[in-house]
């Protein structure tokens, strides 16, 4: 097989390749105007084939100094430019999508020449994805305010300028945390935030509130609590799906702790991997049971969690910043003073607050203490916060729920401290 590919001329390879490429961009051009009159198109199929064909012959006849390729770019490009102007005259029309893809297919014989395969194979199925997308691109930018790109431009500043020039020089000569590693840990929530806040508004807009609780538990579960819990209250009918879209929050909880534990510190993931893994499945079966229990009943009125702010605010990264610097210093001098069972103490007093700048701040700091006594300081802090969480749902959802609130929390918060006595 080697020999017969070896026989085969380069020159074939390559044609044959920009003609299914081009034919392949010619063809999603007939997909995307069916239903347009052909007379009025720059072409389909047949043209961006011969326009690809054209371009390599070109290209073939002068390889080196490429004068004929780039006089064959300059005449197509200015009967693309003719095509154009009549375009607008005639139909007062102004989209030039079709002359950009016709130019990407010129282009084609010679990145087939000069890069790798499976990058003209990336360029075209980005060109075919992209044309296809047309109406769903249309639909998200309908969505897309100012504030949106005011949000993405913050998160582009926060990750490409000021992390690179944050210094890594501890604050104080007795503790390892730098402003390099707070920023870090302020970056790496704000991206989970981000990706919920961007799921929810563009993928699942005034969804079913399985899919707030889902989406919200990766934002924060103690917030999605707190306002599923209240929303749960003003129901009328079926509370019973609020109750089980708090749960499914949490699993996200642990599945969002997980991920972090995985970024920075991997020997400390390898020792929660099963446990966490364990918390997770068993939120989701007793999520996904308490659902099952509300899906035949009546339909609540439903008011969706849809716009929980902005998860790059100023004042959330201030928060996060000096509750990280607060759980330091706490740590640092709760281990000097009571050791181990300080440390265990203090994860089980951190569940009333936002346990993650803790989290962080236990997976990134250099701290005496093995990594098992780490491992179960941060499981103690989820039970605590999942039973503070309990609470916030008993007070502020539906009396008539507390079953299923005290039944789900105290399951999970048992297997919990099952989990660690399993370390232990």
Same mark, same amino acid.
């Given at each position: 097989?080697?020999?017969?590919?070896?026989?085969?001329?380069?020159?074939?390879?390559?044609?044959?390749?920009?003609?299914?490429?081009?034919?392949?961009?010619?063809?999603?051009?007939?997909?995307?105007?069916?239903?347009?009159?052909?007379?009025?198109?720059?072409?389909?199929?047949?043209? *961006?084939?011969?326009?690809?064909?054209?371009?390599? &012959?070109?290209?073939?006849?002068?390889? #080196?100094?490429?004068?004929?390729?780039?006089?064959?770019?300059?005449?197509?490009?200015? *009967?693309?430019?003719?095509?154009?102007?009549?375009?607008?005259?005639?139909?007062?029309?102004?989209?030039?999508?079709?002359?950009?893809?016709?130019?990407?297919?010129?282009?084609?014989?010679?990145?087939?020449?000069?890069?790798?395969?499976?990058?003209?194979?990336?360029?075209?199925?980005?060109?075919?994805?992209?044309?296809?997308?047309?109406?769903?691109?249309?639909?998200?930018?309908?969505?897309?305010?100012?504030?949106?790109?005011?949000?993405?431009?913050?998160?582009?500043?926060?990750?490409?300028?000021?992390?690179?020039?944050?210094?890594?020089?501890?604050?104080?000569?007795?503790?390892?945390?730098?402003?390099?590693?707070?920023?870090?840990?302020?970056?790496?929530?704000?991206?989970?935030?981000?990706?919920?806040?961007?799921?929810?508004?563009?993928?699942?807009?005034?969804?079913? #509130?399985?899919?707030?609780?889902?989406?919200?538990?990766?934002?924060?579960?103690? +917030?999605?609590?707190?306002?599923?819990?209240?929303?749960?209250?003003? !129901?009328?009918?079926?509370?019973?799906?609020?109750?089980?879209?708090?749960?499914?929050?949490?699993?996200?909880?642990?599945?969002?702790?997980?991920?972090?534990?995985?970024?920075?510190?991997?020997?400390?993931?390898?020792?929660?991997?099963?446990?966490?893994?364990?918390?997770?499945?068993?939120?989701?079966? #007793?999520?996904?049971?308490?659902?099952?229990?509300?899906?035949?009943?009546?339909?609540?009125?439903?008011?969706?969690?849809?716009?929980?702010?902005?998860?790059?605010?100023?004042?959330?990264?201030?928060?996060?910043?000096?509750?990280?610097?607060?759980?330091?210093? +706490?740590?640092?001098?709760?281990?000097?003073?009571?050791?181990?069972?300080?440390?265990?103490?203090?994860?089980?007093?951190?569940? &009333?607050?936002?346990?993650?700048?803790?989290?962080?701040?236990?997976?990134?700091?250099?701290?005496?203490?093995?990594?098992?006594?780490?491992?179960?300081?941060?499981?103690?802090?989820?039970?605590?916060?999942?039973?503070?969480?309990?609470?916030?749902?008993?007070?502020?959802?539906?009396? +008539?729920?507390?079953?299923?609130? !005290?039944?789900?929390?105290?399951?999970?918060? &048992?297997?919990?401290?099952?989990?660690?006595?399993?370390?232990?």
């Amino acid at each position: 097989m080697e020999t017969l590919l070896s026989a085969i001329p380069v020159q074939f390879s390559d044609f044959v390749s920009v003609t299914i490429f081009a034919l392949l961009i010619g063809l999603s051009q007939r997909k995307s105007h069916n239903e347009q009159d052909e007379s009025k198109l720059i072409g389909t199929d047949r043209t *961006f084939t011969f326009i690809g064909i054209l371009g390599y &012959v070109l290209l073939l006849c002068q390889p #080196i100094e490429k004068m004929l390729y780039i006089g064959g770019g300059l005449v197509v490009s200015a *009967f693309f430019v003719s095509f154009y102007l009549q375009k607008m005259k005639d139909r007062n029309s102004y989209g030039i999508t079709s002359l950009l893809i016709g130019l990407i297919t010129y282009t084609l014989p010679l990145l087939v020449q000069t890069q790798p395969l499976w990058f003209t194979i990336l360029v075209v199925v980005t060109v075919l994805v992209f044309n296809e997308l047309k109406t769903s691109f249309e639909n998200f930018s309908k969505r897309f305010d100012r504030e949106d790109l005011f949000t993405f431009a913050k998160f582009l500043t926060m990750a490409g300028v000021i992390l690179p020039i944050v210094p890594d020089v501890p604050l104080v000569s007795y503790l390892s945390i730098t402003p390099y590693k707070i920023w870090i840990a302020v970056l790496a929530i704000s991206s989970i935030s981000y990706i919920s806040y961007i799921l929810r508004k563009f993928v699942f807009p005034n969804k079913e #509130i399985w899919i707030t609780g889902l989406l919200g538990g990766l934002y924060s579960s103690t +917030a999605t609590t707190f306002v599923l819990s209240r929303q749960m209250k003003k !129901a009328k009918g079926n509370e019973t799906e609020y109750v089980g879209a708090i749960l499914l929050s949490i699993s996200m909880m642990y599945l969002r702790i997980l991920f972090l534990v995985w970024i920075f510190n991997l020997s400390l993931f390898r020792l929660l991997l099963i446990p966490m893994l364990i918390l997770i499945a068993l939120s989701l079966a #007793i999520a996904i049971c308490v659902l099952l229990l509300a899906k035949g009943k009546k339909n609540s009125i439903m008011q969706i969690w849809t716009n929980p702010g902005n998860p790059l605010e100023f004042k959330i990264a201030l928060l996060f910043t000096f509750l990280y610097l607060a759980f330091t210093f +706490a740590t640092h001098f709760t281990i000097q003073k009571f050791g181990q069972n300080g440390i265990s103490a203090l994860s089980l007093v951190v569940g &009333v607050t936002d346990i993650d700048p803790f989290l962080l701040n236990l997976f990134q700091g250099k701290y005496p203490m093995a990594q098992i006594v780490i491992a179960t300081a941060a499981l103690q802090a989820m039970a605590s916060n999942n039973f503070i969480k309990m609470l916030y749902a008993l007070t502020l959802g539906k009396l +008539a729920q507390w079953k299923y609130i !005290a039944g789900g929390f105290t399951m999970l918060v &048992v297997a919990n401290l099952l989990v660690v006595l399993f370390l232990n």
